[in-house]
């Protein structure tokens, strides 16, 4: 029986991992991948409770200017000129440098912070544990000193 609850265990730490690299990457591929993409500069005119829009100024001369969004985090005011990189195909764009490269893996530190209890408590890996809680805790505040 022992055997069947530590599958479970693991089947449910994996399962938040795999969900957090999942959701991360959707963001964090873009920032880690930049060749190829629109790079330029967002002015934020505005806010709402999920995203700001905002002016974009491409690098590139010849690229004409226009309106992008961004998923809005609590470093992002009215007036504040952010790096972006811009989703090939829309117009959203997503932050650059180490700052937008934090958040964007924002959610795979909460999921290792989420899975740390289930392998130290449910497997009995302590040191795992706590190895996976500091690299998620760290994670986070990371990220939110670099916005």
Same mark, same amino acid.
């Given at each position: 029986? #022992?055997h069947? /609850?530590?599958? %479970?265990?693991?089947?449910?730490?994996? &399962?938040?991992? @795999?969900?957090?690299?999942? +959701?991360?990457?959707?963001?964090a591929q873009?920032?880690?991948l930049?060749?190829?993409?629109?790079?330029?500069?967002?002015?934020?005119?505005?806010c709402?409770?999920?995203?700001?829009?905002?002016?974009?100024?491409?690098?590139?001369?010849g690229?004409?200017r226009?309106?992008? #969004?961004?998923? /809005?985090?609590v %470093?992002?005011e009215?007036?504040?000129t &952010?790096?972006? @990189?811009?989703?090939?195909? +829309?117009d959203e764009g997503?932050?650059?440098?180490?700052g937008g490269?934090?958040?964007?893996?924002?959610?795979?530190?909460?999921?290792?912070?989420?899975?740390?209890?289930?392998?130290?408590?449910?497997?009995?890996?302590?040191?795992?544990a706590?190895t996976?809680?500091?690299?998620?805790?760290?994670l986070?505040? %990371?990220?939110?000193f670099?916005?």
């Amino acid at each position: 029986m #022992t055997h069947v /609850r530590n599958a %479970a265990m693991v089947l449910v730490a994996l &399962l938040l991992l @795999v969900a957090g690299v999942w +959701t991360s990457w959707n963001s964090a591929q873009h920032v880690l991948l930049p060749k190829g993409r629109e790079h330029g500069t967002l002015t934020v005119t505005g806010c709402t409770e999920e995203r700001c829009d905002g002016r974009f100024a491409p690098e590139d001369p010849g690229s004409a200017r226009r309106t992008l #969004t961004i998923t /809005r985090s609590v %470093a992002a005011e009215p007036g504040q000129t &952010l790096p972006v @990189v811009v989703k090939p195909g +829309t117009d959203e764009g997503v932050r650059s440098g180490w700052g937008g490269g934090l958040h964007a893996w924002l959610p795979f530190g909460g999921a290792l912070l989420l899975a740390a209890p289930l392998v130290g408590g449910g497997l009995r890996l302590s040191r795992t544990a706590w190895t996976m809680a500091g690299t998620g805790g760290t994670l986070l505040v %990371a990220a939110f000193f670099a916005l």
